[in-house]
């Protein structure tokens, strides 16, 4: 089970998300809250949870120091933040801060639910619609590890067309109505294309397939 504490000012947006994943077996919100007072409160009395889900922006935050707050609490839990709009900066310092994912509103449910497990099993995760915002700037926060030279790694026809459209920013549901496949399909291959490149996250997957030529800048 993926426990979550949801955090955002908002009463509708945070109904609606707290709604999706109701419909999910493996995850379970176990606390809101729609400032920072009542997320560290949450956070304080907390045993479960294993994301905290929050807007950027939450009414009390500073962000940067939240994480750091959170590194050295509760390691364990990973930070997601949630935001209206892709600015490259706050991307990056969130993520070199030690967040475990930045998402922006206007990605569709299932690349929600695929962040959130993705994050869960240890993962990062950068929405598609930042990544594309990002490709300039890349080489800051990717992990030198992520563009050293892996022998014996092959792909197929499909990955790296799902490859290209990813580094085009294509979100899963675009690339799998380009595709004709379904969106888990295209979650299945993202999947396997982070495992199989040892990446981290969207960003540093199409940062290696970049480096070796697979698609083209």
Known sequence: MINIILAEDHVLVRKAIRSLFENESDIKVTGEADDANQLDALIASDTESDIILTELTMPGMDTLAFI???????????????????????????????????????????????????IHNNGQYICSNSTKALMKKIDQIAEPASVELKSGIEFS???????????????????????????????????NLLNKTESRNTASLIKFAMHHGIIKA
């Open 68 to 118: 750091e707050q959170m590194k050295a609490i509760c390691p364990q839990k990973k930070v997601v933040f949630l935001s209206t709009h892709d600015n490259d900066r706050e991307i990056i310092n969130t993520i070199r801060a030690g967040a475990s994912g930045y998402l922006s509103k206007t990605i569709d449910i299932s690349e929600l639910l695929f962040a959130i497990r993705h």
């Open 157 to 191: 026809t499909r990955e790296i067309e799902i490859l290209t459209l990813m580094g085009q920013g294509y979100t899963n549901h675009e690339i799998a109505d380009k595709l004709f496949t379904s969106k888990r399909t295209v979650e299945s291959y993202r999947q």
